[in-house]
């Protein structure tokens, strides 16, 4: 009822407004109209009192509209923290895949002209001589095994209780057959790791076959989905591989693009392997799986006294960036107990490659080859010669 006689008495207060704006013609009508108006609705001090109605009413305008808006503040930052969030949670599952596939089709879609879309791909193909394993990767992956050996040696002679460490690396396995280190990667919030090992009851040339037959491979590695060759070089012995690598549920599997070269350092008596992630026109990513753009490793296989006879050393460095944030416990189990079964697999593997190998299998492997040792080895291997790209698994 309060409310009715309210909107009635504005009503009559607008109507005498309205009569009196009419029946005022001079320039002074509006003022005089206003004042008219509020004597009428409000008495003889009208004027007063309906400045300090709009007064108020602005007032209580600028109220509400200051708590809403900070009222919307607060959801709109709350909304946008979590958005913040699923994007964090997703690079770090996925890594920054889905965003560089998105560039890439809009690059295509909007750019009409398709010769300028190749050259612009093209600005990065991939060349043997630039980005290619060089001579001095393959020198350094021998200094450094001389160094472990240095260190192994000396832990041995002055019998203590632990092999040293190199400086920034921390030693995480002592076993007599087995020493493994690791370095903290500041720029990656990961490890890089170290292995220095031996055995007595396999050749240094079934050993090598493992690591460079990608078709037995397959056989002997479960977590391989597919792996296969997409160019080589014979002039270097190298060529560049693409490997699919399947990560635990709910992760999406990774995939590397590489290039590995492998050499036999004659006056060393020794064979090295080196691999990196590089990008190579022939490899390009796909949906569903992350490609691995920081990897490398590193092989070094030193035998007692030939590479056809049972016994060797072998020295070899492992990193990878997967694009995904792993607990901490799973970087440990990886250093105590991944490292160790890998290369327990490796040596199981190994085995079998050496009775495959004596009962007349060729590995099909690349290999430069100039010692007579490699030469006697020739017929279980492939000559160094331009293979079609081949897929395995």
């Not at 400045?51 to 930052?77: D, H, M, P, Y």
């Not at 590479?307 to 970087?331: A, H, I, K, R």
């Amino acid at each position: 009822m309060a409310s009715e006689g309210v909107c009635s008495a504005l009503r009559l207060a607008w109507t005498r407004y309205l009569i009196y704006t009419h029946r005022f013609s001079s320039q002074n009508t509006p003022v005089v109209a206003r004042k008219r108006f509020a004597s009428l609705a409000f008495g003889a001090s009208g004027t007063q009192k309906a400045k300090q109605l709009a007064e108020n009413l602005s007032n209580k305008v600028q109220e509400a509209c200051s708590l809403f808006t900070s009222r919307c503040n607060v959801i709109a930052g709350q909304r946008v923290w979590r958005a913040f969030q699923i994007a964090a949670w997703y690079q770090q599952l996925y890594g920054e895949k889905l965003l560089l596939q998105t560039l890439r089709a809009n690059l295509l879609r909007h750019c009409k002209n398709r010769n300028l879309y190749m050259l612009l791909s093209a600005a990065g193909i991939f060349q043997w001589e630039r980005d290619g394993v060089a001579d001095k990767e393959l020198q350094s992956a021998l200094s450094e095994m001389e160094e472990m050996e240095r260190l192994v040696e000396h832990a041995s002679k002055s019998k203590a209780k632990h092999a040293a460490a190199p400086e920034g690396w921390e030693l995480v396995i002592d076993r007599q057959h087995l020493k493994v280190w690791r370095r903290f990667m500041e720029d990656y919030n990961l490890f890089e790791y170290r292995v220095f090992g031996s055995f007595k009851d396999i050749t240094p040339m079934a050993f090598y076959n493992v690591q460079m037959d990608l078709k037995f491979w397959c056989g002997w590695d479960p977590q391989t989905m597919e792996i296969n060759v997409v160019d080589t070089d014979p002039k270097s012995s190298s060529e560049i591989i693409h490997w699919v690598y399947k990560y635990p549920y709910p992760m999406l599997p990774r995939d590397y693009c590489y290039v590995r070269r492998s050499t036999v350092n004659d006056q060393k008596n020794r064979i090295v392997i080196r691999a990196k992630a590089v990008p190579h026109h022939k490899c390009p990513e796909v949906n569903n799986i992350v490609r691995v753009h920081q990897y490398q490793s590193q092989l070094v296989i030193e035998p007692v006294s030939s590479f056809s006879e049972n016994g060797f050393s072998f020295y070899m460095t492992y990193f990878d960036n997967p694009q995904t944030q792993l607990p901490s416990m799973c970087y440990n189990w990886l250093a105590s107990t991944g490292v160790p079964d890998f290369v327990d697999r490796l040596h199981k593997a190994s085995k079998v490659m050496q009775e495959r190998t004596n009962r007349g299998y060729r590995p099909n492997i690349l290999v430069s080859s100039h010692s007579s040792e490699q030469k006697e080895s020739s017929r279980l291997q492939d000559n160094m010669q331009q293979k079609q790209p081949q897929s395995y698994c």
